[in-house]
């Protein structure tokens, strides 16, 4: 097997190996001594000169300076290609207990990601992110994105490889008690779940007080595909919703029941027999106003209740809130998860967890690692939230070129110059994009990587009468690596 065709699984088995092997240091986070590479705090020069393109004093205490120099190999973009750089989600505090585990036992990954560079110099960006949303990514680059809404966890190359393709709906409730921050908060949920979608999903969202309505009407009784394009179109639909009035809870649950139902039987999957598709509803709601157990058995407890198709997740919202447990059970019952989201800045990093819950399958079974790939992208662009790439298509010499594109259509796909001129190089002397050049089409291609740390507290009885401890159920997180399109079919990759 050719060495690039391995590299990803080469990523994930180090990984795995130096998350087992890694003992945390007794003491709080904040004050073990340990400095890394910061993509966002270290102090950072470019060919020997000092560059703050943030306008923070770096954090010399916590970080490593970044020594940087322009590759062409990287479209002159400044890196360094002896060492990674971590990454950190703004809601994420690269200290905290979570955090900064997987930051330290991820140094490890240096020596393979150099290792790969060496042997595939051809090789673009490699990558492993962490379940805390901690990313370690090959070669060392200064984080330019300037708010930055970058999270690993929500980008396709991560959800492709921890969850199989699934149908969402999502009940977004706007009754009258949901007005000012608990709307807020609720809206920041739905478009969370939202970008965490990729093409290989199908999804649809319903707003509901007394009664229910889908958000885009054209999309009435159907589930639709996760292209960016109507992800984008849902996101637009629920900033206009407004609260008003009371709550129909069994209407619109037992719309998304049968909606989901539908379509299990429209793909083949058959409950009495357990073959079953992957679905889930989305709850985000202040609260439920009574039991709903009648409802579950009707709709979702098939077969004696041995069989549950649908996954119910319940995003409570709000501080002041009452009738907490049936909301916990709602979940609890329908093999969910239950989340209490009480201010703005937790909505992001709380509706995430329910990709470590529709992973639990994969990650039981802890043998079997998954290959995904995603969709193609430009490789230096990241569709949902490079601010970058807007600025570049803002840019008057990029309108031109797309307009020069829409007067030649027929032309698309020849040689003409202009049919490759989507990407400017980065001009490190004026801090932005300078001439124009040509761009690949990418792919990336990701495994999961699991926790194989065994429970030394919880141990299970063997019949001789021995003990073996527990194994952590437990998502480690995805390692990946970006592969040219045209390299696909010039190497014998085996994963076609």
């Known amino acids: ?16 190996d130096a998350a087992e092997e890694f ?61 990674s750089v971590i990454h950190v989600p703004t809601n994420v505090y690269d200290h905290s207990v979570e955090a900064l585990p997987s930051i330290m036992w991820s140094e490890a990954l240096d020596e393979v990601f150099v290792q790969n560079y060496k042997s595939d110099p051809a090789l673009s960006w490699q990558y492993f992110g962490t379940h805390a949303g901690v990313m370690r990514g090959f070669p060392a680059i200064s984080w330019r994105q300037i708010p930055d809404l970058f999270d ?63 958000v885009v009407p054209c999309f009435k009784d159907m589930l639709v595909q996760a292209t960016l394009e109507n992800v984008n179109l849902f996101k637009e ?65 098939k077969n004696n209740n041995t069989v549950i198709p649908v996954r ?17 059970w709602t979940a609890c019952l329908n093999r969910g998860y239950y989340v209490h989201i009480h201010y703005m800045y937790e909505a992001k990093e709380q509706a995430l967890k329910y990709i470590d819950v529709i992973a639990r399958p994969l990650v039981l079974q802890g043998t079997v690692h998954p290959i995904s790939w ?18 570049v298509m803002d840019n008057p010499d990029k309108m031109e070129q797309l307009l020069l594109h829409e007067r030649n259509k027929g032309l698309y796909f020849s040689q003409r110059k202009e049919d490759h001129l989507y990407i400017k190089e980065f001009d490190v002397e004026e801090e932005e994009e300078g001439k124009f050049q040509a761009y690949r089409l990418m792919t990336s291609v990701s495994i999961p990587a699991f926790d194989r740390k065994t429970n030394r507290n919880n ?4 019949l001789d009468g021995s003990y073996m401890p527990t194994r952590i159920a437990s998502l480690l997180g995805v390692a990946g690596t970006d592969v040219p399109l045209d390299d696909i079919e010039k190497r014998a990759w085996p994963y076609k």
């Open 1 to 16: 097997m050719p060495t690039d065709a391995i590299t990803f699984q080469c990523i994930m088995a180090a990984a795995e």
């Open 23 to 83: 003992e945390v240091p007794p003491g709080k986070p904040k004050d073990v001594n340990f400095t890394y590479y910061n993509a966002k705090g270290s102090a950072t020069f470019i060919d020997g000169e000092f560059w703050n393109h943030t306008g923070f004093e770096p954090n010399e205490t916590w970080y490593h300076s970044l020594y940087l120099s322009p590759d062409p190999h990287f479209y002159g973009i400044p890196v360094n290609t002896s060492h």
């Open 152 to 214: 690993c966890r929500s980008r396709n190359w991560y959800i492709e490889a921890t969850t199989c393709s699934k149908d969402m709906v999502i009940l977004m409730d706007i009754s009258g008690s949901m007005r000012g921050l608990r709307h807020t908060i609720a809206k920041l949920t739905v478009s969370t779940l939202l970008s965490t979608l990729s093409n290989n999903d199908f999804f649809n969202v319903f707003f509901f007080n007394n009664e229910t309505h889908e």
């Open 237 to 301: 639909g629920i900033t206009k919703m407004l609260p008003l009035s009371t709550t129909n809870f069994t209407t619109v649950m037992v719309t998304a029941f049968e909606l989901l139902e539908r379509y299990r039987v429209m793909r083949g999957c058959n409950d009495s027999e357990g073959v079953q598709c992957n679905q889930a509803i989305m709850l985000v709601t202040d609260g439920l106003p009574g039991n709903l157990t009648e409802m579950f058995e009707r709709y979702n407890w």
């Open 312 to 328: 119910v997740f319940t995003f409570l919202v709000g501080r002041e809130v009452t009738k907490v447990r049936e909301i916990q």
């Open 374 to 391: 995603t969709h193609a992208y430009a490789d230096t662009t990241d569709p949902k939230v490079t601010d970058w790439l807007a600025e």
């Open 459 to 462: 141990q299970t009885q063997l």
